[in-house]
Antibody, heavy 117, light 108 residues
Framework: QVQLVESGGGVVQPGKSLRLSCSASGFTFNSYSFYWVRQAPGKGLEWMSVISYDGANKYYADSVKGRFTISRDDSKNTLYLQMNSLRAEDTAMYYC??????????WGQGTLVTVSS | DIQMTQSPSSLSASVGDRVTITCRASQGIRNDLGWYQQKPGKAPKRLIYAASNLQSGVPSRFSGSGSGTEFTLTISSLQPEDFATYYCLQHNSFPSLTFGGGTKVEIK
C-alpha cells in the first residue's frame, strides 16, 4: 500500500537550515507530483510547495519563496524540502502528500520542525 | 490569490445531529474543492473530492455540494468518531492551493 514517511525534523535555531525527507513506497514514484503542507501548533493547514512528476516545475507559497527548495530523487523514491533562513514562524508539523488535486490522495504522518533559540 | 472562508470556525453538536459546514471562495473555482477531516495528532484525511464525490471508503453520511463560490460539507447523522476538525481545500488556482481556516466539531 501507499506509504509516505517524513523525517528530518527537529529543533533548530533561527537563521539555520534543515532538510526534510519524505520516503515513498507502494506506488510509481515518478508518476506523481508531490506536495509539502505544514501546520503550525494549534493552527490550520498551509500549502507550502509542489514539484511536478518529472521535477521540471516547482512552486512555492509566498511565505517560503526564496528560502525553501523542493526537490526529488527518483532513484531513491524520496522527496526533499531544503529549508534555509528558518524563522520562528516556520515552527510546524510538515507533511508530504500526493494526489491533492486528483481523485485519490495520500499523506505522510508528518515531521515536526521547531525553530527556537 | 483565492481566499477560502470557512464557517463556522467551531460548532457543538450531539450524536445523531445533522451538521453543515460551509466554504466560500473569493472567486469562482468551478468544483475544484476537497473536504478533509483531521483528528488530533493525525494527518488530514480526504472525505470528498471535486466538491461532491465521496472518497472511497468514506461513510455515506458524508456528502459535499456546491460549485463556483459556495460549497458545503454535510454530515447527515453525526457519529462519535466524527468529532474532529474539517478543512476545505481549493485547487482551482493550481499550483497554488488554499485551505479554509477549519471547523472544529465538538461534542455538545
Amino acid at each position: 500500500q501507499v506509504q509516505l514517511v517524513e523525517s528530518g525534523g527537529g529543533v533548530v535555531q533561527p537563521g539555520k537550515s534543515l532538510r526534510l525527507s519524505c520516503s515513498a513506497s507502494g506506488f510509481t514514484f515518478n508518476s506523481y507530483s508531490f506536495y509539502w503542507v505544514r501546520q503550525a501548533p494549534g493552527k490550520g493547514l498551509e500549502w507550502m510547495s509542489v514539484i511536478s512528476y518529472d521535477g521540471a516545475n516547482k512552486y512555492y507559497a509566498d511565505s517560503v519563496k526564496g528560502r525553501f527548495t523542493i526537490s526529488r530523487d527518483d532513484s531513491k523514491n524520496t522527496l526533499y524540502l531544503q529549508m534555509n533562513s528558518l524563522r520562528a514562524e516556520d515552527t510546524a508539523m510538515y507533511y508530504c502528500a500526493i494526489g491533492l488535486v486528483g481523485p485519490t490522495d495520500h499523506w505522510g504522518q508528518g515531521t515536526l520542525v521547531t525553530v527556537s533559540s | 490569490d483565492i481566499q477560502m472562508t470557512q464557517s463556522p470556525s467551531s460548532l457543538s453538536a450531539s450524536v445523531g445531529d445533522r451538521v453543515t459546514i460551509t466554504c466560500r471562495a473569493s472567486q469562482g473555482i468551478r468544483n475544484d474543492l476537497g473536504w478533509y477531516q483531521q483528528k488530533p495528532g493525525k494527518a488530514p484525511k480526504r472525505l470528498i473530492y471535486a466538491a461532491s464525490n465521496l472518497q472511497s471508503g468514506v461513510p455515506s453520511r458524508f456528502s459535499g455540494s456546491g460549485s463556483g463560490t459556495e460549497f458545503t460539507l454535510t454530515i447527515s447523522s453525526l457519529q462519535p468518531e466524527d468529532f474532529a476538525t474539517y478543512y476545505c481545500l481549493q485547487h482551482n488556482s493550481f499550483p497554488s492551493l488554499t485551505f479554509g481556516g477549519g471547523t472544529k466539531v465538538e461534542i455538545k
